[in-house]
């Protein structure tokens, strides 16, 4: 390689170097900064896999190391490790100012390319992970199968089948499914996240007072347009859906089921997550590194009622 086609590939090679740097001697209290979230950082720790430490970038300015990239990973790491004297690998650049700084943080998500619920998920197969392989085996064993996109024989609201399975357990993912089948002989739309949610939320909420057969047999007469015109006419999202179930099995019943039961009925998750610690009002985690890259749960299942 001659010194010309060298200089040319410089541009694209980021000056830096690096350095084993104990977290004491990081500085990441810089304007710029979102809020440390302690929650965000526990549960990181609690999850903690060596294999997804990224370097965290620092810019070394007068003699001190600014942290503008990985301010949760150096403090998920002191966590684990119970010491401030643990040294994590750093990215140096010597030659920014504060403002340069201030904008490569603001945009170093800009042009990421997030991974899909779906890519994610299948990701977790090939690595052998329980949770995805037994879901996988229960979609397929109603002769279904996990998708990309719509299609018939499909479901591809992926994250709605996994928080169902972390939620409510395997058996009320089973019951969902077998209901959504049995009901509307398995139509496409029957499995969007919305209506999975509310199937499950239902289930949830009245247990086995909900009879498996007169549910097929009183919502199989509503087609699933007009299920889901109802459901946004009652209320946005899943808990809509729940409401338009509950009203359809209900009718021509005497004693039908008590729609205050879908509020005051919550998951276990959900007793426990009340009296955990609370996320700050504008937490927001970002960060373009492993530890601080947080699901977007609504986006997602947003991207699940439309795909």
Known sequence: MNNETEQNLEQYVPKVHYELIPIKNLVSNQEYQRNLSQKHVQKAAANFDIYQINPVKVSRRDGVNYVFNGQHTIEIIALVSGSRDTPVWCMIYDDLQYEREADIFANQMKYTKPLLPYEIFMANIEAGNDKQLIIKE?????????????????????????????????????????????????????????????????????????????????????????????????????????????????????????????????????????TAEPAPENEQDTESEGYDQLTLDDAVNNQEVTG
């Not at 719509?150 to 591809?156: A, E, H, L, M």
């Not at 029957?190 to 007169?214: C, H, P, Q, W």
Request: proline share 1%.
């Open 138 to 274: 229960l979609v397929e064993s109603y002769d279904l199968e996990i998708t990309a996109n719509t299609s018939p024989g499909g479901i591809c609201a992926v994250s709605t089948l996994e928080s169902i399975y972390d939620k409510y357990g395997f058996q009320c993912l089973d019951r969902v499914l077998r209901l959504c089948i049995g009901t509307w002989e398995g139509a496409s739309l029957s499995f969007s996240a919305n209506m999975l949610n509310g199937i499950s939320r239902v289930i949830n909420a009245y247990g086995d007072t909900v009879k498996d057969e007169l549910f097929k047999e009183r919502l199989s007469r509503i087609s699933i347009k007009e299920l889901t015109r109802t459901a946004k006419e009652r209320r946005a999202g899943s808990l809509g859906y729940a409401e338009a179930i509950v009203t359809f099995y209900n009718k021509r019943s005497r004693f039908g089921l008590s729609m205050e039961k879908l509020y005051t009925h919550k998951s276990k998750k959900k007793e426990e997550s009340d």
